[in-house]
Nanobody
Framework: QLQLVESGGGLVQPGGSLRLSCAAS????????IGWFRQAPGKEREGVSC????????NYADSVKGRFTITRDNAKNTVYLQMNILKPEDTAVYYC????????????????WGQGTKVTVSS
């Protein structure tokens, strides 16, 4: 069974950091682009960052550029999202997703989704 599981969410103060993990089971991530998306209360889901299957190409939403870093460890079948200098507006449920292609920044191309991990940035 193909499954993605996110972890690492929680409550953090503004300016703090969190590292989210996205672990795959039932398939290898080697041939998949991975994206991180988020959905804040009352808002549409939006793309945060994506990384190519090799890790050589990455992309970030303007709102997180310079603060978030996406990486992957294919040997561990896991993708990470390091989030620094967190702001209250980063509060959302964060989802990772896999697209069966080298690279994608198109949400519709992502076929497999995790259940999400909640991030709350508040003092």
């Amino acid at each position: 069974q193909l499954q993605l599981v996110e972890s690492g969410g929680g409550l953090v103060q503004p300016g703090g950091s969190l590292r989210l993990s996205c672990a795959a089971s039932g398939f290898t991530l080697d041939y998949y682009a991975i994206g991180w998306f988020r959905q804040a209360p009352g808002k549409e889901r939006e793309g945060v960052s994506c990384i190519s299957s090799s890790g050589g190409n990455t992309n970030y939403a303007d709102s997180v550029k310079g603060r978030f870093t996406i990486t992957r460890d294919n040997a561990k079948n896991t993708v990470y999202l390091q989030m620094n200098i967190l702001k209250p507006e980063d509060t959302a449920v964060y989802y990772c997703a896999a697209a069966p292609r080298y690279y994608s920044d198109v949400e519709d191309e992502y076929d497999y989704w995790g259940q999400g991990t909640k991030v709350t940035v508040s003092s």
